[in-house]
């Protein structure tokens, strides 16, 4: 790895930590940042790792000392795809690809509206939408509009319905964008109207995330490029 696309890496990875620490203070579960990691002692919301890496060659043992490793569902987000957590009851659940696109708009004009969400309805409108009826909208908490960062991004319909959308998340050298989707034509169909909405939003900064598979296909279609693996291990 080159030394900018470990620069890049590092900076996501912290990026999507700080992320993930939004979240989780919103269900009240306050983790702690370390120089190699931050981690989370109680089982953070579903979907949400207990622990990201932060550095290389992170120090497993003192890691998973730090989180419930032992709870069903504990999970830990390995940011340079080196852990061996097999030992340790872990499983790898998905192996996936850090992205970068540079700063810039992009081509075209998004099909859609898009706006940022601001209101406590909006949001569980916008919930609704990403949940899809799994019955996971609660993971959005009102909370999250407080957190000075994060921007919740809906696109919206000719009548006002939210029908994709993404969470853009500031951090000093990039923005981060999780969660993308779009009720016709996946996450794909959502990339324009994000990155037209990222740009107004953080002009001079690059944007970063992860995905792997059909989705990461369609972020490389959107001018990012894979930057570095990753590994989400789950507690067996």
Known sequence: MTTTKRFLVEAAARNNAEWCAV????????????????????????YYPDAVTLAPEADAAGLLARIDAEAPGASVKDSFADLDLTPAGFRVLCDARW??????????????????????????????????GAGEADLFLPELLDDPATFVLAGRTADGRVTAGAVASRSERVAGISNVFAADGGAAAAWPGVLHTAHRLFPGLPVVGYEHGEDLAAAVRHGF????????????
């Open 23 to 46: 979240l989780s203070r919103t269900h009240g579960v306050r983790g702690a940042f370390g120089r190699e990691a931050w981690t989370a002692a109680v089982r953070t919301p579903p």
């Open 99 to 132: 992205i970068h696109r540079p700063a810039g708009a992009p081509a075209g004009a998004p099909e859609l509206a898009w706006d940022v969400v601001r209101a406590p309805r909006a949001l569980r409108a916008w919930a609704l939408a990403w949940d899809g």
């Open 225 to 236: 490029e894979a930057i570095g693996p990753l590994r989400i291990w789950l507690r067996s």
